[in-house]
């Protein structure tokens, strides 16, 4: 693991890593799981969160969807309103009440569960608990397919150099950055390139690119700068909202390359019928 | 109230209710990476990280290091030097310049800074003093400035020659602090010196000399 | 006398940091200078901090701090009591301007016309130059960065390299015109000049003012580090020495500085230590011929201990200035430290600034940063920026007169009706699943109807293009009916 921590490329802008978060992964697959589609992608890139149910079933797991889910209420947290994020939470927490993993195709809300849902319900014994106990079954999409559902693939797709990008709070909360580089790895075609300054924000964070559009704006022109620079020819992202804002400020610039959530280009590259169409 | 008084008594409500944190101090973790398996190692250790910043080493002997001071004054063209003539060192530097046709003079700290404030900042171009020890862990060398080597030695002459007894370099400071029970007597001014004076502070770029001595030797005893 | 100090610095408004940030933005050589120079200083503490080492030691120093905070009373008393029979005299100031009178007080008696600094972060709190200037005392910053910019009339816009901001061009050009020297952008001559103006100033000055990296309780000592030598000339050379220092300096034992060195030094210039380390534990003896004849040690709160009364507000004080957090936050290293209008920049200056000046008097540092989390994950003591940040955030946002256990100085500075009722129809947006279809089915029908500009986002964005059908609704097709319930 530690091995994996160093990142390894020569990038000296790179912020170090903290510490790896040590998790220990069922070591059976589980037969279901929950999927929490995250607001970003339900309403601008459902697609990604369909191949995120593509993807599960085809390890054998059954995906369920609570239709009432909506937010995990980190916009409102960020933003202070602890209350309203709280209100917003709760109504979450109630959803996912069997023993079932809860799979997210975003990182920064897998980290919100994962991390801040026991900080907003600490002082309530009984909605900690549920807290605490969902907290311990929440993956980031990649993690699990990766650490749970131990995935085999074939990868099917013609050669293409691909840039990753990672959200800072699954970066830094969740692994993100990691796992998904294995998965990436695993693909025979594809050559994952790195790029500079590969570990800075894009200048999404939440309502932040609203709130402070100048310095956000600069954050994103520099990001797209250095997606370029990399020489890729896409870019993947496990996180909505740092797909939104780049690809967002890509088109803006009319620059860039086509760029894509990652669930959505690993379902293009393991199943060949998307691959043909 | 006075202000001593209105500011404790705000700390002391702060902390109302709760108990100070027990001294779980955990030395391993400040001397474990930092240790060396013997003196040579010390010494390499030291060597490499001072020479990185600029400090020359002279490694000598018990018997040379005089000759070796001189040849490095004499390569630079140095004839004065401040020296504590009172002390061991300085007494051997006198008596083995005595009779050399061409020699330095010696001179010492032996006045208040008042009586010679600005010959000491204008016309002493280089000093010699003992050490206390170093530090093979950061590449430091200890000094306790004392009446005889007061504590400008070290920093107003461009040349500070620093003599070093192989045999006092320790791994850490963790360990010379609690070998040296520093906590029960600290002197007036104790320092760590590390290279010769710098700055980065323009464009990051690193310029020697910047307010202290330009150029540091360490003339180290391997025998002592 | 230097006339540079005695302009007053224009500096920008700390409530303005968005405006500010405006006009840094579009400085593309402050920008350049600021990118390298970030950079540079993020691969050299990478450099010389593995990991192995790193993360055991950030632990450490985050307990020696923390265990110094939890009974920091008692500490600074024994601090005082081991000062003062160290010879010692021991200040204590609760407010800038009580902390300058006590400074002042000294350089009357000591008929004082002259002052020299070394580098010190809580002096620029006091803006002690200032006060000593229209006292008509001389007070002249020796660390070279420091110099350059007291040269341009400007204040530090980094808490370890003042003058981070300029390139050597800039300085020579600030050389030429202020000190009539021979335009030269070579680094070391530049810094043979400073050298040498300087040196007489040591020799001139009747005080000599510095700061204190950490004041050790047990032996009663100061403990300083520095690179160029002044900090020991200001310590040593004039006839008194006048340290200033935050109430949250003092750590327990002479050992627990042992990990702190190690970290700062690292953390902020990836130095395994700095050319000196100064440990100062008393005036000079009869018996000495250097050191000052007295030494004072002014104790400043200036709202520290308003961080102090709460658990999480009080890990701010862990700090020990290592501008780790600066050179690593993407939002200072592209608007510099100048914007923020506070004496403290960058991560560290949004979570300290509300309690030295108040929420009111920054009322966006809490929000200039997109909690991306390298603040935290590089600073060696470990303080939870991000989380005290979303913190401040919170105490922004509440209506000012709401109760609160702890009060901070400006609660509510952002607090808005307006956007807090916007929050409460999000919430009953995302807890009414009939609403949210609704508004979800209006949003993905009229996709087309997106206006072309939609407030800031356009500014650095298309416009964004919901999709024709959400997940809910796929999922509604993809999945069985007993997959999308609610499991109740
Ligand atoms: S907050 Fe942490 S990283 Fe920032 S200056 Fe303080 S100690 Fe260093």
């Given at each position: 693991m530690s091995e994996m921590f160093f990142d390894a490329a020569p990038n000296a802008t790179r912020v170090a890593p903290a510490r790896p978060l040590?998790?220990?992964?069922?070591?059976?697959?589980?037969?279901?799981?929950?999927?929490?589609?995250?607001?970003?992608?339900?309403?601008?890139y459902p697609e990604a969160g369909l191949d995120a149910i593509r993807l599960l079933e085809r390890e054998g797991v059954r995906v369920h969807f609570p239709d009432q889910q909506s937010c995990c209420g980190q916009p409102a947290y960020t933003s202070g309103y602890t209350d309203e994020a709280r209100a917003v939470a709760r109504a979450q927490l109630a959803l996912f009440e069997r023993d079932y993993p809860l799979v997210v195709p975003s990182g920064s809300c897998?980290?919100?569960?994962?991390?801040?849902?026991?900080?907003?319900?600490?002082?309530?014994?009984?909605?900690?608990?549920?807290?605490?106990?969902?907290?311990?079954?929440?993956?980031?999409?990649?993690?699990?397919l990766l650490e749970v559902c131990r995935v085999q693939w074939r990868d099917q797709g013609p050669p293409v150099a691909v840039a990753l990008h990672t959200s800072c709070s699954a970066r830094r909360e969740m692994n993100t950055h990691l796992h998904v580089r294995a998965l990436l790895d695993r693909l025979d075609n594809v050559e994952r390139r790195e790029h500079d300054h590969e570990s800075e924000c894009c200048g999404f964070g939440g309502t932040f690119c609203v709130r402070m559009p100048e310095i956000s704006g600069a954050m994103v022109a520099n990001k797209v700068e250095s997606l370029e620079r990399s020489g890729a020819a896409r870019m993947v992202t496990a996180d909505g909202g740092c797909l939104m804002n780049i690809s967002g400020a890509?088109?803006?610039?009319?620059?860039?390359?086509?760029?894509?959530?990652?669930?959505?280009?690993?379902?293009?590259?393991?199943?060949?019928?998307?691959?043909?169409? | 109230m006075s202000a001593r008084e209105r500011i404790l008594a705000k700390l002391r409500s702060g902390l109302a209710g709760s108990i100070p944190r027990p001294d779980d101090f955990e030395p391993a973790v400040v001397t474990e990476p930092w240790r060396y398996p013997d003196r040579a190692a010390r010494i390499e250790r030291l060597v490499e990280l001072m020479s990185a910043v600029q400090t020359r080493f002279e490694r000598t002997t018990r018997a040379d290091w005089p000759t070796r001071v001189l040849d490095l004054l004499e390569a630079r063209g140095i004839d004065r030097l401040l020296v504590a003539t009172g002390m061991a060192h300085g007494a051997r530097l006198a008596a083995h310049i005595e009779g050399l046709a061409k020699a330095p003079s010696l001179f010492a700290y032996d006045r208040p800074i008042e009586a010679w404030k600005s010959e000491l900042f204008d016309s002493v171009p280089a000093s010699l003093t003992t050490t206390r020890g170093a530090i093979a862990a950061t590449g430091s060398l200890i000094l306790w400035p004392s009446a005889d080597e007061p504590r400008l030695m070290s920093l107003v002459p461009p040349l500070h020659i620093a003599l070093l007894e192989a045999s006092r370099i320790q791994d850490n400071l963790h360990e010379v602090i609690e070998t040296e029970g520093w906590a029960a007597g600290m002197p007036t001014n104790a320092l760590l010196i590390s290279g010769p004076s710098k700055t980065a502070d323009i464009e990051q770029v690193l310029a020697y000399g910047a307010h202290g001595p330009a150029e540091l030797v360490v003339v180290l005893l391997e025998d002592a | 006398m230097n006339q540079a100090a005695r302009i007053p610095a224009v500096e920008l408004s700390s409530r303005q940091l968005k405006a500010n940030a405006h006009e840094a933005l579009n400085d593309a050589q402050l920008r350049t200078n600021m990118r390298t120079a970030m950079d540079s200083l993020i691969a050299k503490r990478l450099a010389v901090m593995p990991e192995a080492e790193r993360e055991p030691l950030r632990e450490l120093g985050n307990h020696v701090r923390a265990r110094a905070l939890s009974k920091l009373p008692e500490l600074l008393e024994r601090l005082e009591a081991r000062l003062t029979a160290n010879g010692v005299q021991v200040h204590w100031a609760e407010t800038v301007e009580e902390a300058n009178a006590v400074v002042l007080d000294i350089a009357r008696r000591r008929r004082a016309r002259a002052v020299i600094k070394g580098k010190s972060m809580v002096s620029e709190e006091m803006e002690m130059n200032e006060a000593l200037e229209a006292e008509g005392i001389e007070s002249l910053e020796s660390d070279m960065g420091e110099y350059i910019i007291q040269l341009d009339h400007e204040k530090p816009t980094h808490i370890i390299m003042p003058a981070i901001h300029k390139n050597a061009r800039q300085?020579?050009?600030?050389?030429?015109?202020?000190?009539?020297?021979?335009?030269?952008?070579?680094?070391?001559?530049?810094?043979?000049?400073?050298?040498?103006?300087?040196?007489?100033?040591?020799?001139?000055?009747?005080?000599?003012?510095?700061?204190?990296?950490?004041?050790?309780?047990?032996?009663?000592?100061?403990?300083?580090?520095?690179?160029?030598?002044?900090?020991?000339?200001?310590?040593?050379?004039?006839?008194?020495?006048?340290?200033?220092?935050?109430?949250?300096?003092?750590?327990?034992?002479?050992?627990?500085?042992?990990?702190?060195?190690?970290?700062?030094?690292?953390?902020?210039?990836?130095?395994?230590?700095?050319?000196?380390?100064?440990?100062?534990s008393g005036p000079r003896k009869a018996e000495e011929r250097d050191g000052p004849e007295e030494v004072h040690l002014v104790l400043l709160d200036n709202g520290r201990s308003q961080a102090f009364m709460d658990a999480e507000l009080r890990q701010t004080l862990n700090c020990i200035r290592c501008g780790a957090c600066m050179n690593h936050c993407p939002v200072y290293t592209r608007i510099g430290g100048r914007a923020y209008g506070t004496v403290y920049p960058g991560p560290i200056g949004a979570i300290i600034s509300p309690h030295l000046v108040g929420l009111e008097n920054a009322p966006d540092h809490p929000s200039a940063s997109s909690l991306c989390g390298a603040c935290g994950e590089v600073c060696p003591v470990k303080i939870p920026i991000p989380d005290i940040l979303r913190r401040l955030r919170e105490e922004n946002v509440k209506p000012p007169a709401a109760a609160s256990a702890h009060p901070l100085r400006g609660q509510g500075s952002k607090y808005s009706p307006g956007e807090r009722s916007l929050w409460r129809m999000w919430v009953r947006l995302y807890t009414s699943p009939r609403l949210y279809r609704a508004f979800s089915f209006a949003l993905t029908r009229l996709r087309r109807l997106t206006p072309a500009r939609l407030g800031p986002w356009t500014l650095n964005h298309a416009p964004p293009r919901p999709a024709s059908r959400s997940l809910h609704e796929l999922a509604r097709e993809h999945l069985d009916h007993d997959r999308r319930g609610a499991d109740r």
């Amino acid at each position: 693991m530690s091995e994996m921590f160093f990142d390894a490329a020569p990038n000296a802008t790179r912020v170090a890593p903290a510490r790896p978060l040590p998790r220990d992964y069922p070591a059976t697959k589980p037969g279901d799981v929950y999927l929490f589609g995250t607001c970003v992608v339900d309403l601008f890139y459902p697609e990604a969160g369909l191949d995120a149910i593509r993807l599960l079933e085809r390890e054998g797991v059954r995906v369920h969807f609570p239709d009432q889910q909506s937010c995990c209420g980190q916009p409102a947290y960020t933003s202070g309103y602890t209350d309203e994020a709280r209100a917003v939470a709760r109504a979450q927490l109630a959803l996912f009440e069997r023993d079932y993993p809860l799979v997210v195709p975003s990182g920064s809300c897998a980290g919100m569960f994962r991390h801040h849902y026991p900080a907003l319900f600490a002082d309530d014994p009984v909605l900690l608990a549920r807290a605490q106990a969902l907290a311990e079954r929440t993956f980031e999409l990649a993690e699990f397919l990766l650490e749970v559902c131990r995935v085999q693939w074939r990868d099917q797709g013609p050669p293409v150099a691909v840039a990753l990008h990672t959200s800072c709070s699954a970066r830094r909360e969740m692994n993100t950055h990691l796992h998904v580089r294995a998965l990436l790895d695993r693909l025979d075609n594809v050559e994952r390139r790195e790029h500079d300054h590969e570990s800075e924000c894009c200048g999404f964070g939440g309502t932040f690119c609203v709130r402070m559009p100048e310095i956000s704006g600069a954050m994103v022109a520099n990001k797209v700068e250095s997606l370029e620079r990399s020489g890729a020819a896409r870019m993947v992202t496990a996180d909505g909202g740092c797909l939104m804002n780049i690809s967002g400020a890509m088109e803006k610039r009319a620059a860039g390359m086509p760029s894509e959530h990652l669930a959505s280009f690993l379902w293009r590259r393991t199943n060949p019928a998307a691959v043909s169409q | 109230m006075s202000a001593r008084e209105r500011i404790l008594a705000k700390l002391r409500s702060g902390l109302a209710g709760s108990i100070p944190r027990p001294d779980d101090f955990e030395p391993a973790v400040v001397t474990e990476p930092w240790r060396y398996p013997d003196r040579a190692a010390r010494i390499e250790r030291l060597v490499e990280l001072m020479s990185a910043v600029q400090t020359r080493f002279e490694r000598t002997t018990r018997a040379d290091w005089p000759t070796r001071v001189l040849d490095l004054l004499e390569a630079r063209g140095i004839d004065r030097l401040l020296v504590a003539t009172g002390m061991a060192h300085g007494a051997r530097l006198a008596a083995h310049i005595e009779g050399l046709a061409k020699a330095p003079s010696l001179f010492a700290y032996d006045r208040p800074i008042e009586a010679w404030k600005s010959e000491l900042f204008d016309s002493v171009p280089a000093s010699l003093t003992t050490t206390r020890g170093a530090i093979a862990a950061t590449g430091s060398l200890i000094l306790w400035p004392s009446a005889d080597e007061p504590r400008l030695m070290s920093l107003v002459p461009p040349l500070h020659i620093a003599l070093l007894e192989a045999s006092r370099i320790q791994d850490n400071l963790h360990e010379v602090i609690e070998t040296e029970g520093w906590a029960a007597g600290m002197p007036t001014n104790a320092l760590l010196i590390s290279g010769p004076s710098k700055t980065a502070d323009i464009e990051q770029v690193l310029a020697y000399g910047a307010h202290g001595p330009a150029e540091l030797v360490v003339v180290l005893l391997e025998d002592a | 006398m230097n006339q540079a100090a005695r302009i007053p610095a224009v500096e920008l408004s700390s409530r303005q940091l968005k405006a500010n940030a405006h006009e840094a933005l579009n400085d593309a050589q402050l920008r350049t200078n600021m990118r390298t120079a970030m950079d540079s200083l993020i691969a050299k503490r990478l450099a010389v901090m593995p990991e192995a080492e790193r993360e055991p030691l950030r632990e450490l120093g985050n307990h020696v701090r923390a265990r110094a905070l939890s009974k920091l009373p008692e500490l600074l008393e024994r601090l005082e009591a081991r000062l003062t029979a160290n010879g010692v005299q021991v200040h204590w100031a609760e407010t800038v301007e009580e902390a300058n009178a006590v400074v002042l007080d000294i350089a009357r008696r000591r008929r004082a016309r002259a002052v020299i600094k070394g580098k010190s972060m809580v002096s620029e709190e006091m803006e002690m130059n200032e006060a000593l200037e229209a006292e008509g005392i001389e007070s002249l910053e020796s660390d070279m960065g420091e110099y350059i910019i007291q040269l341009d009339h400007e204040k530090p816009t980094h808490i370890i390299m003042p003058a981070i901001h300029k390139n050597a061009r800039q300085v020579a050009k600030l050389f030429e015109q202020h000190l009539g020297e021979p335009y030269t952008e070579d680094v070391d001559e530049l810094i043979q000049t400073g050298r040498r103006v300087l040196r007489k100033k040591f020799l001139d000055a009747d005080i000599g003012v510095s700061g204190v990296n950490f004041a050790i309780a047990e032996t009663g000592t100061l403990l300083l580090v520095e690179n160029e030598g002044n900090g020991r000339m200001s310590t040593t050379v004039p006839p008194v020495h006048i340290a200033v220092t935050g109430i949250e300096k003092v750590v327990e034992n002479l050992r627990d500085v042992v990990p702190l060195l190690s970290l700062l030094t690292r953390s902020a210039l990836g130095q395994p230590i700095t050319t000196y380390v100064n440990m100062i534990s008393g005036p000079r003896k009869a018996e000495e011929r250097d050191g000052p004849e007295e030494v004072h040690l002014v104790l400043l709160d200036n709202g520290r201990s308003q961080a102090f009364m709460d658990a999480e507000l009080r890990q701010t004080l862990n700090c020990i200035r290592c501008g780790a957090c600066m050179n690593h936050c993407p939002v200072y290293t592209r608007i510099g430290g100048r914007a923020y209008g506070t004496v403290y920049p960058g991560p560290i200056g949004a979570i300290i600034s509300p309690h030295l000046v108040g929420l009111e008097n920054a009322p966006d540092h809490p929000s200039a940063s997109s909690l991306c989390g390298a603040c935290g994950e590089v600073c060696p003591v470990k303080i939870p920026i991000p989380d005290i940040l979303r913190r401040l955030r919170e105490e922004n946002v509440k209506p000012p007169a709401a109760a609160s256990a702890h009060p901070l100085r400006g609660q509510g500075s952002k607090y808005s009706p307006g956007e807090r009722s916007l929050w409460r129809m999000w919430v009953r947006l995302y807890t009414s699943p009939r609403l949210y279809r609704a508004f979800s089915f209006a949003l993905t029908r009229l996709r087309r109807l997106t206006p072309a500009r939609l407030g800031p986002w356009t500014l650095n964005h298309a416009p964004p293009r919901p999709a024709s059908r959400s997940l809910h609704e796929l999922a509604r097709e993809h999945l069985d009916h007993d997959r999308r319930g609610a499991d109740r």
